[in-house]
């Protein structure tokens, strides 16, 4: 029903039944506000920071999870499995298989004063991850900022340790493993929670004015270990096969000597052997000889010639078969 107030405004009751369906109506709004003020999901990437009237109160894992509704209870998501990087003497505009980089001037924190008074540009990465949700977003006021100080700070201390040469070829390896472990010394005494990962040095230059003289100076260098490297090769060739050769030739010599001593002393072993048995019969033994070196020699003799000791007058040669053929052959 309707009805006129004295001053022109008019009342309107609702039936029973619109004011039950606007009760529901209300309660199903903060029982729905309840709900999503009270669950809330953590990523697998991520973990939950939980603050109860913003002083910490644990942490949460990745999954779905509930909260003291109301503002109670806060929750801080935090990226534990991402790897973050901070860039130096450089900014990426787009990362592709062709990056692409900003314009603009860095030499501010590139420019570096080397160990030997020289300039190098030095252009590199940190990689860290979170590994303290709590630390990260409670001990320090920007970790991000700090962490670029910090590595900005390790780098010159580092490369001010180290000449020119190492900085730019010799030695980036142990520089960013020295720059990285001085880093994760620093962060943990300030307590940020981070873990530092690795430092990769990118591009390290001289300054442009005197890059044409550095190239000129590493490509003298380049031919000096050319040359260095061919002499070696030479040397590595030629002297062990002259060892080897020298070598032979003293084997040989060896045997040769070896086999002389055995020769030696067999023909010696022989002769006492000989005159052994010389002594025990020494008309046997000097016919037996006789008739050795006898059927050794006449063999190789062409012309055979007999003579008789008694004989006072020439005597006829003997006729020997060879001789018969031989006389016919001409």
């Known amino acids: 029903m ?39 999901m953590v ?3 991520e973990v939950g920071v939980i603050l109860r009237f913003g002083k910490y109160a644990g942490t949460s894992e990745p999954g779905l999870h509930m909260k003291i509704p109301f503002g109670v209870e806060t929750v801080s998501k935090v990226k534990v499995q991402r790897v973050l990087k901070e860039e130096f003497g450089f900014r990426t ?8 980089y900003m314009g603009g001037d860095f030499s ?14 030095v252009e590199w990465i940190v990689q860290y991850r979170i590994k303290d949700p709590a630390k990260y977003l409670f001990s320090a006021r920007n970790v991000t900022t ?18 020119v040469d190492e900085v730019i070829i010799a030695n980036r390896e142990e520089i960013a493993i020295s720059t ?8 943990d ?15 390290v230059n001289p300054p442009e004015p005197v890059q044409p003289a550095f190239n000129s100076v590493n490509e003298a260098k380049q031919e000096q270990e050319r040359i260095i490297n061919q002499a070696l090769e030479a040397y590595n060739k030629v002297i062990p096969q002259a060892l080897g050769e020298a070598q032979q030739i003293i084997s040989e010599a060896e045997g040769y000597a070896i086999n002389r001593t055995n020769r030696a002393s067999g023909d010696a072993e022989k002769f006492l052997a ?25 063999p190789k003799v062409k012309d055979l010639y007999i003579i008789d000791e008694k004989q006072q007058n020439l005597i006829p040669m003997l006729q020997m078969p060879g001789a018969a053929v031989k006389g016919e052959q001409r």
């Open 146 to 163: 700090t962490l670029r100080q910090v590595s900005e700070s390790a780098m010159r201390k580092v490369v001010g340790d180290h000449s």
């Open 189 to 203: 005494v300030y307590e940020t929670g981070i873990d530092v990962v690795t430092v990769n040095l990118q591009n």
């Open 108 to 121: 501010k924190e590139s420019l570096m004063l080397t160990g030997d008074l020289n300039s190098a540009i």
């Open 274 to 298: 000989v005159w052994q048995e010389y002594n025990r019969a020494r008309d046997v033994t000097r016919r037996r000889m006789y008739l050795e070196t006898m059927l050794e020699i006449l």
């Open 93 to 100: 505009e787009e990362a592709d298989v062709q990056s692409r």
């Open 2 to 40: 309707a009805r006129m107030s004295d001053f022109g405004r008019q009342e309107i009751s609702l039936p029973q039944f619109q004011k039950k369906w606007l009760y529901l109506a209300g309660g199903g709004l903060l029982l729905l506000w309840f709900l999503l003020s009270a669950i809330y």
């Open 180 to 187: 990285r472990d001085l880093i994760q010394e620093m962060m």
């Open 43 to 45: 990523e697998a990437d």
